[in-house]
């Protein structure tokens, strides 16, 4: 099991730009794809944004769609989700986790999950 820790979250104004990072320590990263998925306060875990194996593939939510880019260095066993132009609605505890199987927009086809960081973004 890929263990992943979260990383960049923190305290924004609205307008402001963010980097997350997603890192493994294990080399067995690079054969999985990779999801951010957020979850606001009284609300359900959604997808984000998820990165194929070799980060040839994306796919993305409507809501970020345009806006925020997953990349990833499977060299540095990380992937990063670049937020710009936050809202106030992107508030939530972001979350990577390893793709097991299925499609990569529900939280069940992912396996290994971080602990997440928060973004609160400010109006």
């Known amino acids: 099991q890929v263990r992943l820790v979260e990383s960049g979250g923190g305290l924004v104004q609205a307008g402001d730009s963010l980097r997350l990072s997603c890192a493994a320590s294990e080399r067995t990263f690079s054969n999985y794809a990779i999801g951010w998925f957020r979850q606001a306060a009284g609300k359900e875990r959604e997808f984000v944004a998820a990165i194929s194996p070799s980060g040839g593939i994306s796919n993305y939510a409507d809501s970020v769609k345009g806006r925020f880019t997953i990349s990833r260095d499977n060299a540095e066993n990380t992937v990063y989700l670049h937020m710009p132009s936050l809202q106030p609605e992107d508030t939530a505890v972001y979350s990577c986790?390893?793709?097991?199987?299925?499609?990569?927009?529900?939280?069940?086809?992912?396996?290994?999950w971080g602990q997440g960081t928060q973004v609160p973004v400010s109006s």
């Open positions: 986790a390893t793709h097991n199987s299925g499609s990569y927009y529900y939280v069940r086809s992912y396996a290994s």
